[in-house]
Nanobody, 124 residues
Framework: QVQLEESGGRLVQAGGSLRLSCAAS????????MGWFRQAPGKEREFVAA????????YNADSVKARFSISRDNAKNTVYLQLNSLKPEDTAVYLC?????????????????WGQGTQVTVSS
């Protein structure tokens, strides 16, 4: 079992940066692939980035590839999402997810555990 809690979301101007954190509890964290997804009002949940269990492999969605980066610190049971060059269209609730996988899953249905999300709002 893994419990997840996101933080770091806030209102930011276009072009700005944020770092989101996802703190995990439970011994399974270090064996889990982690992902970030986002969901804007009226839109489907969208994959953002994923990282494998030891941080040696990451995958970003094309829409954010040059601007966002995912990382993890297994000693702190935390995964991060660095968001740079933010645009108004990045406005969404950002959710952290975990699953028992040695890869970098990109589909929401592959993730078993989810946090409640943190709101990121980008003003123009």
């Amino acid at each position: 079992q893994v419990q997840l809690e996101e933080s770091g979301g806030r209102l930011v101007q276009a072009g700005g940066s944020l770092r989101l954190s996802c703190a995990a509890s439970g011994r399974a964290f270090s064996n889990s692939a982690m992902g970030w997804f986002r969901q804007a009002p009226g839109k489907e949940r969208e994959f953002v980035a994923a990282i494998n269990w030891d941080g040696s492999s990451t995958y970003n969605a094309d829409s954010v590839k040059a601007r966002f980066s995912i990382s993890r610190d297994n000693a702190k049971n935390t995964v991060y999402l660095q968001l740079n060059s933010l645009k108004p269209e990045d406005t969404a609730v950002y959710l952290c997810a975990a699953t028992r996988s040695y890869g970098t899953p990109r589909i929401a249905a592959e993730y078993y555990y989810w946090g409640q999300g943190t709101q990121v709002t980008v003003s123009s």
